[in-house]
C-alpha cells in the first residue's frame, strides 16, 4: 500500500467511526417515529446547523448521504443545497428524508 492509499484508508476509516458515533448519538430512527406520530410525512438535517466545522464538513458530503441511504433503503432520501435568495444569500445544505407522500 502506497502513502496515498493508506491516507485515503486513514480518512475512510476515521469517517466511518465519526458516523457510528453520530448515529448513536442521534437516534433518528425515534426522531422519525416522533415525526411521523406528530402527522409529519417527513423529516430534515441541516447539514449546516452548529459551530463544529468538522461535523458541518462531514455532514455535507457525498459519503455521509450514503451511509444515510445504506442505513434507511426504504426512506427517499434527497440532498437540497443552494441559498436562500434573499438580500444576503446566506447557504443551506439540507438533507430530507420522506415516509409519505415525497413533496
Known amino acids: 500500500m502506497n502513502f496515498k492509499e493508506q491516507l485515503q484508508k486513514d480518512r475512510e476509516e476515521a469517517f466511518e467511526v465519526w458516523y457510528q458515533r453520530y448515529k448513536a448519538r442521534e437516534d433518528l430512527?425515534?426522531?422519525f417515529r416522533i415525526s411521523a406520530?406528530?402527522?409529519y410525512t417527513g423529516y430534515s438535517i441541516d447539514c449546516l446547523e452548529g459551530y463544529d466545522s468538522d461535523v458541518k464538513r462531514r455532514?455535507?458530503?457525498d459519503e455521509f448521504l450514503e451511509h444515510l441511504?445504506?442505513?434507511f433503503p426504504d426512506l427517499d432520501i434527497?440532498?437540497?443545497t443552494g441559498t436562500t435568495g434573499t438580500f444576503v444569500n446566506?447557504?443551506?445544505?439540507k438533507i430530507h428524508?420522506?415516509?409519505g407522500e415525497s413533496e
Open 90 to 93: 446566506i447557504p443551506f445544505n
Open 59 to 61: 455532514k455535507c458530503s
Open 97 to 99: 428524508f420522506f415516509w
Open 37 to 39: 406520530a406528530q402527522g
Open 29 to 31: 430512527k425515534k426522531e
Open 69 to 71: 441511504k445504506k442505513d
Open 78 to 80: 434527497r440532498r437540497e
